[in-house]
């Protein structure tokens, strides 16, 4: 941001932009909230009962500079972050996954390093702590791999141990473990934000056929995949049947209650009213089978709108 002050335009520093992956029950995050009330701190946890522990900590503590995203991390890197804007990104105490069949759930793989130096500010880094010796060189493994990043190993800062985990882990008397991964390039691949659209519907004409059976139906897309599982009548006076769908795209799984029900337009078909659905790709998709499927059982097609 540049403001105008005479003659000569200066630079306003940027406030640090900071996130944190995974902050469980939030004590780390109004700790550092506390200690620098300038940043502007995104907390990601994908924990509904983490999110509402910590939203709590923050409304009793009075802390205001904390934004909460309640999902994923690479999904919220992807699309809630800029950029070339974060200052450090924390992650204490990752899930370790210590299984080998399970590693592929870990979070700090190459590919998610790649896509976080397309992410952090010039010299931004992502600080890791872990009492998981075997996470943490694996991580350093994948930093490395990554060619994106310089790495250093110091001992853990003190403040970094002092979340719900590292107390825990310390009454146990466990080792800790910290990793520091600075950017030193960029992966150029481009990583826009997910393209979302208008929430897809159709009006159908035509009387719903009583549905005895459903056969689940996968359906394979460019983005993804989309599962529809199940169908349950609804209990409405007017009738119409829930489709539940399952639907996993680049950084974002759904599940989502489809619709099919009688309007005074004809049968809408559509998004139920459930959650909070994104209307992405893989949604239009599930959508569009549907109205399909529909027009094979004998209905015919007045309006599309995807
Ligand atoms: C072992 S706990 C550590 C919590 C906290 N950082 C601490 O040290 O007390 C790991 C946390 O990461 C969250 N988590 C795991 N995978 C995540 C992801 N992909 N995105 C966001 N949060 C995640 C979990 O829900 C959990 O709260």
């Keep these: 941001m540049l403001i105008r002050a005479g003659a000569t335009d200066f630079p306003l520093p940027m406030p640090p932009r900071i996130l944190e992956v995974g902050f469980g029950d939030g004590r780390f ?6 200690m620098y009330p300038e940043w502007q701190i995104l907390g990601v946890e994908i924990s509904a009962g983490s999110v509402a522990r910590a939203l709590g900590r923050f409304r009793r503590e009075g802390i205001g500079s904390v934004r909460v995203y309640h999902g994923e991390a690479g999904f919220a890197l992807r699309n809630l972050v800029a950029p070339r804007s974060l200052r450090r990104v924390y992650v204490n105490f990752p899930d370790p996954w210590p299984k080998a069949k399970h590693q592929a759930n870990r979070l700090l793989q190459r590919a998610f390093f790649r896509r976080l130096s397309t992410r952090l500010a010039e010299g931004g880094e992502l600080l890791l702590t872990t009492d998981h010796e075997d996470y943490w060189k694996f991580a350093q ?11 250093e190993t110091p001992p853990p800062p003190d403040f970094h141990l002092t979340t719900k985990y590292a107390l825990k882990w310390k009454a146990q008397g466990r080792r800790f473990y910290h990793a520091v991964f600075r950017k030193a390039a960029e992966d150029p691949t481009p990583w826009p934000p997910l393209p979302r659209y208008p929430m897809p519907h159709a009006l159908l004409a035509g009387s719903l056929p009583t549905l005895e059976t459903f056969e689940k139906t ?10 529809l599982l199940e169908a349950t009548r609804t209990l409405t006076p007017e009738g119409g049947y829930y489709f539940h769908s399952h639907i996993e795209e680049e950084d974002l799984v759904q599940d989502v209650l489809l619709e099919a029900r009688p309007s005074a337009h004809g049968l809408y078909v559509g998004i139920g009213r459930f959650g909070a659905p994104l209307s992405t790709a893989g949604v239009r998709v599930a959508v569009e089978w549907l109205v399909g499927w529909l027009e094979g059982q004998g209905l015919q097609v007045v309006q599309r709108s995807y």
């Design 141 to 151: 493994a994948e930093g490395r791999a990554s060619e994106v990043f310089h790495l």
């Design 29 to 34: 995050t109004a700790q550092i909230a506390r």
């Design 218 to 227: 996968v359906i394979r897309f460019a983005g993804g995949t989309a599962v």
